[in-house]
């Protein structure tokens, strides 16, 4: 087993915050845009809706929370195909936010290794 860790650096992670049922509309688009891995989990939001219940029943703040991680030049277009498909641009429908990373580590074949390897040095050379 190798033990050497392998970084990724020019990442980034786009999260949604969405009702509870919505996920399934975030990662067909984040897919679509040609995002490979996504995370859901469900989740529960407190604040003001919490309160605005009838006779002090909680209105239902269940929330599912999508992660997305991609390379920083698929950030734009996959957070804009995310933001049409979740139709954030309408009150209630959800949030999303876009934070860089510095490093991601996790397996990487070889095969994949040596293509970046050649495509650093074809850079190099240029």
Do not use: W
């Given at each position: ?12 992670m ?20 040609g995002a490979t ?14 309160r ?75």
């Amino acid at each position: 087993m190798n033990t050497n860790m392998t970084y990724l650096t020019d990442v980034a992670m786009i999260t949604c915050v969405v009702q509870s049922g919505d996920a399934d509309v975030i990662v067909k688009a984040a897919r679509d845009a040609g995002a490979t891995g996504v995370l859901v989990h469900q989740s529960r939001g407190v604040g003001i809706r919490e309160r605005l219940g009838i006779l002090g029943i909680a209105v239902d703040a269940s929330k599912d929370v999508i992660s997305v991680l991609v390379s920083s030049e698929q950030t734009d277009i996959v957070a804009s195909n995310i933001f049409k498909a979740g139709q954030f641009d309408a009150p209630g429908r959800g949030f999303l936010y876009i934070t860089p990373l510095e490093k991601v580590a996790t397996y990487i074949p070889e095969t994949v290794k040596e293509t970046l390897r050649n495509k650093d040095s074809v850079q190099e050379k240029s």
